[in-house]
Each structure stands twice: as C-alpha cells, then as structure tokens.
C-alpha cells in the first residue's frame, strides 16, 4: 500500500474516533460526574501511552529525565488533561453536545488569536475578518435564534463560557507544547501522569472516590481509550506517512459534521439549523485562516 493510501486510512480512523466523542461524553455523564470520568479516562489513557511506549522501545527516555523536562510535564499536565478536560467535560454537563461540542472547536483561531502576544505574531486584516466569521458562528451557536420554535430549551450562559473557555486552554496547551521538542508519545505519557496525579487529589479532597456503574465504567474506557490515547497515534501515523500534512489535516473538518449525526442518533438531541449554520461558519473562519498562511 503507498504511503499516502495509509496516511488517509490512519486519518479517517482518527477522525471515526474523534467524531464519536461527543456522544461518548454525554452519554458518561449521565452515570458519572465530569471528575469521575475524567480520573477513569484519563487512568486508562496512561496505561494505552504506556503500552505504546513499551512497544516502540521508547520507554527508556523515562530513566533520562531531568528536572526542567519534570517540570514542563508537570505544568503541561495541568493544562490537559486536568484542566483541559475538567472544564470541557463540565461544559458537556451544561449544554447540549451539540453546543458543547461546536463550542470547542474555536480553538484553531483562539490559538491564532493567543500567539499574538505569546508568539509575537501579526495578525493581518485578512486573519481579523476570518475571526469575525467565526464569531459569528459563535454568537449564532449561543443565542440559537431559532430557539423560538423550542421554547422549552434555554442556553446555559455558564455552559457556553465553559466550551468556549476550553477551546482558549487547549490552545494554551499547544502553544507550550510547541516549545516542547521532546518525543510526542513520551511526553503525552507524562503530561497524563500529571494530569491523572492532580485529578485524583481533586477527588480525594472531594470526597467522590467510590466505585462506579459499569455503563459509567465502560464510557471512562471508551474515552480514555478513542479519546486520549490510541487515536492520538493514529494521528501522528497519519502525519507520518502523509506527503504534506495539509493533504490530511483538511480531512479534520469531517469530524464536527460525523459527530452531529452520531449526536442524533445515539442521544437523539435533534440537531438544530442554527447549529449547523454555526459551525459552518466556525469552519470557513478556520479554514479562511488557513488560506492565508499559505
């Protein structure tokens, strides 16, 4: 198989994952609190990173660690998992997946938005107006102004700040991660170890330590496992084998649309036209910014 046929099949296997997510979520919290699912998910996910370190041999970088990597592991464990998820998963709590979700995906332009002042990068007039596109999906996503046909549904202003507050900390996340040139798997595997340490105090400290429902259970595992672990490697694959990575990165815009359908059928949330408008503009905003990088 050529390289670039595997490339696509890692990406669209990544993407089938991701697109799950959403559902996957919603569905834990009905058995779980977000602190909950996030100590399961994220248990789970540092045992698959740890496999997979095993696998690739890698596992002996481990015994190299110096205090500078121990540090930015720890302060990179803070952002995600631990406050990354703590707040998305809170999010998901508040408002419909559909909200939540599409919320989230601002985040490529908070992370054009963030490198101004961290990066030292100029913004042109061109990147203004493709932020203000998807502000206004934003705006439409919030208010929904097709509402008045559910009158019974209100947005959770809470909520949105929430999902929109986690796409400004995943970008913060890969801001500090680029300065991170330490071998991807490996440092993932810490940045969880971290982050699992911080999220089992919290629950400590709470009180909510206790055995949960197998269907809670089963949801930890399935997001620890599609969400924070495996598919990760398949997209590094994805990257890997691909002759450019913008021939896969354009495959990533399937994922909200896949998790729309998925959100439909599996939570039966009927999606609505403000929704789908929404994210349309989010993604033309995103992928207008795109265009003028190139």
Known sequence: MKPQKKAYLFALAAIACWSTIGSA?????????????????????????????????????????GRREVLMSAFLGMLNPFLYYSVLLRAYDLLQAQEA????????????LLSIPMLRQRISIGSVFAILVSFLGIVIISIHPDMALHPVRVVDPVGVALAIGSAFLWALYWIFNIKDSREAVGKLFLN???????????????????????QGLCGGIYIGLFEMGITFVLWLYALKYSTTTAKVSNLIYLSPFISLIIIHFTIGETILASTIVGLLLIICGIGLQQYLKQ
């Open 25 to 65: 979520f919603k569905l834990s919290l009905r058995y779980l609190d977000s602190r909950e699912l996030l100590f399961i998910s994220t248990f789970i996910a540092c045992l698959v990173l740890f496999a997979i370190l095993v696998f690739q041999g890698n596992i002996k970088m481990l015994r190299k660690l």
């Open 192 to 214: 969880f170890c971290f982050g699992l340490l911080y999220i089992s105090v919290t629950m400590v400290v709470s009180g909510r330590f206790h055995f949960p429902a197998w």
């Open 101 to 112: 979700g599409t919320l989230n995906y601002i985040w490529p332009l908070v992370l054009v």
